[in-house]
């Protein structure tokens, strides 16, 4: 936008901490002190990833030594092949007397031709035989046997090695991670920027006190995955971007969110709701794009104010492109929106939001760096050659903050078992480093504490930076057996929890769930019953009480016509559904979904280091508007609803409202071409999508009718993109969480992250080029957990 800022960025308002960060190229500062824990840590991933290089490096000579043998064994067999020299010459002469036959087919003395070509034929393969049973009897068998053995041990220690290798690079990018200094951005408390906090640093129960430092250039730029790639590409067109992006990076900044969000506390406790907030582009010369990814946006070296004081930003890339000064580069931000006038300016005309951010007040965050155009400037080659980081190698904080992320332990409070036996076992919590192995080495690992039990069924479970596993085993144990794998110990050393997962377990009956107490509030067995997927099934109770949201209540306000938010959201709405007419926008304000949905946006964030959030529309039944406002959007049932059931009978769902505890739903959801990504809440990019499930109109002017869809704001986290068509069309209808689909796909666009995992789909819509029933047009997002969405807008709108 206009006004390039050159991100001086030393703050020193009221209640901000004063960085010492000033400009580029200052790496000598706080911004680059790194703990000597940070060191030490950063010393032994490094030790820890060469010797995974040296392991693999051994086993790579192994195997060939393996290859070696077992080639020296075949060409033994060689010397006494089936083709001896007595086959060989029978061969020959056999050859000879058919030449010989048909040249003289015709002469007199034909006949006795053919029979001797006959006899010959016959003696060679009377010494085929001869020679055949000779090589059965030697021992030519054993030998070949033996070099197939070493060929499939040298590729076993192969593939060990290549995961060897993927392990070390992945500890090298943790360790280049670890060495950067507040490399994380924690909960900030919303009253310590206006210094109105009573509490000390450290046992503030709103969050941290301490503003991160400026970082280094070294570590402020990231690249990032195919599905961020994919998802800047979409938001650049739709914003009205030419062409295809050549490169994009994301911000990596733990002072300047640490400040954003203290802004976006603030301005909450002012407003009495959730500000508004929008994303839009800034062009500069690419000389500032460091500095200002390092310090933000600088009040004090703003220039050509033409539409009043503040930091210009564009809704439409191409008005930035000129502020580029010729160079490649751009930003794009997420803007805190405030009051308008007071903390910012909308003028339509042009397309700029002039943003008033008040010195220590951080209303701008620069979350990508996108390149438009090709360039040969120094930006670029530092780019290329300086940024190593990647941001599926961020760390995250997850580790230290949960019990069970560092090493293992016990898992569950009060696991044991009162049946007479149990197939189902789950296991909890097992080494921490398990998590960068895939299901194949966790089950490995389980097997070996579980020794003579014999598993049928392994399934990982994998919490943020801990893994479990449920367990089915191919008999049951007793009441004995279960007390003494209960005081196994684990890898010889480690108490874990060993608790008893069989369905209907009757020690878990008349009992609340502690999940619904729990740090998520939530269950995702609340509505599961466990027909395909029994490990989501729970045997607890769930009563309507006991859920977060049972005591919450929102309210609409009115967004005013021609400001800033109502315009972004009348033109995504026209964008796809250019036939539509907004009547009505009303933002929607509940303060427990907005907690709830803070609490997991933070979760996933110190699980993945960052947490890519985006607006999306998401269309229903009007009539069930009130509901979704109150609780939020639930991800549906594995269980069809009963015509007997009175909440969810009758009413043409595929999918019951109620949850386990219903009498009359019962009978297992198949599918019937929905839910082709699995049973989660699906969101969509384009209006147009959202608009086809909207039933129900209300009556407005004229008898007209009114329609209405929700705008959300959904934490997709680390998104999994899925791009391409499915191998079935039900291949994925089962799935109740986020897990690899890659085995149900035709094709795959990225690798899962396994050590993190990922917290959405990403659907890319093909857009005609989808095989039927097997793809989907347009873009979809699909979440599983209800508290990653929240309903921030209301818009109703009529048709022609």
Request: aromatic content about 8%.
């Amino acid at each position: 936008g206009k006004g390039a800022c050159k991100g001086k960025g030393a703050c020193k308002g009221k209640g901000a901490c004063k960085g010492n960060g000033k400009g580029k190229g200052n790496d000598k500062g706080k911004g680059a002190s790194v703990s000597a824990h940070a060191k030490a840590r950063a010393e032994r991933l490094v030790q820890a990833a060469e010797a995974a290089e040296d392991e693999a490096r051994q086993l790579r000579n192994q195997a060939n030594e393996l290859r070696r043998e077992a080639q020296q064994k075949i060409a033994a067999t060689a010397e006494s092949s089936e083709l001896t020299d007595a086959v060989k010459e029978a061969g020959r002469a056999a050859t000879a007397a058919g030449v010989m036959a048909f040249r003289r087919h015709g002469a007199p003395d034909n006949d006795s031709d053919q029979a001797s070509a006959l006899e010959a034929a016959k003696a060679y393969w009377a010494a085929l035989d001869a020679a055949r049973e000779e090589a059965c009897n030697s021992d030519n068998f054993a030998l070949r046997a033996e070099a197939c053995k070493l060929r499939m041990q040298a590729s076993s220690m192969q593939s060990q090695a290549g995961a060897l290798d993927k392990q070390a690079k992945t500890t090298k990018a943790m360790a280049v991670v670890s060495a950067v200094p507040n490399r994380i951005v924690g909960r900030c408390c919303a009253l310590f920027a206006a210094k109105a906090c009573p509490f000390e640093c450290g046992s503030c129960p709103r969050g941290s006190h301490t503003v991160p430092d400026v970082p280094p250039e070294s570590a402020v730029f990231m690249t990032i995955t195919k599905a961020k790639m994919r998802l800047l590409q979409q938001k650049w067109s739709e914003a009205g971007g030419h062409g295809e992006l050549h490169g994009a990076w994301q911000v990596r900044n733990p002072r300047l969110e640490f400040l954003f969000r203290g802004a976006e506390a603030n301005f909450a406790e002012q407003l009495a709701r959730a500000p508004d907030v929008i994303d839009a582009w800034h062009g500069s010369r690419e000389e500032n794009m460091f500095s200002i990814a390092r310090n933000g946006f600088d009040p004090s070296r703003r220039s050509g104010q033409v539409y009043g004081a503040g930091e210009y930003f564009a809704k439409n890339p191409n008005v930035s492109i000129s502020y580029a000064a010729g160079g490649g580069f751009m930003f794009l931000c997420k803007l805190l929106l405030g009051k308008e006038n007071a903390d910012h300016t909308w003028h339509q005309g042009p397309q700029y939001y002039v943003i008033k951010q008040r010195e220590g007040r951080m209303q701008v965050l620069p979350i990508f760096l996108v390149q438009f155009r090709a360039s040969r400037g120094v930006l670029a080659t530092r780019l290329a050659s300086e940024v190593l980081i990647c941001d599926s190698a961020e760390e995250g904080t997850l580790a230290g903050q949960q019990r069970g992320g560092l090493q293992a332990c016990e898992g569950r409070r009060g696991a044991g078992m009162s049946a007479a036996s149990t197939r189902h076992l789950w296991l909890g919590w097992l080494d921490p480093s398990l998590r960068f192995q895939d299901d194949d080495g966790v089950a490995e690992d389980v097997r070996s504490f579980l020794q003579e039990h014999e598993a049928e069924q392994v399934i990982p479970e994998r919490n943020g930076s801990r893994i479990g596993a449920f367990v089915l085993l191919r008999a049951p144990v007793g009441r004995a057996e279960f007390a003494e794998l209960s005081q196994r110990r684990y890898r010889g050393s480690f108490r874990i929890s060993v608790d008893d997962a069989q369905p209907a377990n009757p020690r878990c009956r008349g009992k609340v769930c502690p999940r619904l107490s729990g740090p998520s509030r939530y269950c995702r067995g609340w509505n599961i019953r466990g027909h395909v997927s029994w490990q989501w099934g729970c045997p607890y109770d769930h009563p309507e009480s006991e859920r977060p949201t049972h005591c919450a209540d929102f309210a609409l306000e009115q967004v005013a016509a021609g400001s800033a938010k109502h315009d972004e959201i009348s033109t995504d709405l026209r964008r796809s559904l250019p036939q539509a007419r907004v009547v009505g926008v009303q933002r929607v304000t509940n303060g427990v979904l907005e907690a709830l949905y803070e609490q997991r946006r933070g979760f996933i964030h110190d699980k993945q280091g960052f947490a890519v959030e985006k607006e999306l529309w998401h269309g229903t039944s009007c009539e069930a508007l009130p509901t979704l406002l109150k609780h939020g959007l639930q991800p549906p049932a594995d269980t069809e609803p009963s015509d007997r059931c009175p909440v969810s009978g009758g009413r043409g769902l595929c999918t019951t409202l109620c949850g386990t505890d219903c009498p009359h739903c019962v009978k297992a959801h198949h599918w019937h071409r929905c839910h082709m990504y699995g049973l989660g809440v699906y969101l969509a990019d384009n209006a147009a999508k959202s608009h086809q499930y909207v039933r129900m109109p209300k009556e407005g002017a004229k008898g007209r009718a009114v329609y209405s869809m929700l705008r959300c704001r959904v934490c997709l986290g680390n998104p999994y993109l899925i791009e391409g068509n499915l191998l079935e069309g039900s291949a994925m209808h089962d799935k109740c969480w986020c897990q690899d689909p890659s085995d149900t796909l035709e094709t795959v666009a990225e690798e899962w992250s396994v050590s993190k995992g990922h917290d959405a789909y990403y659907v890319k819509g093909l857009a005609g080029r989808q095989r039927q029933g097997l793809g989907v047009v347009n873009n979809e997002y699909v979440v599983f957990q209800p508290y990653q969405i929240l309903p921030l807008y209301r818009v109703d709108y009529v048709l022609g």
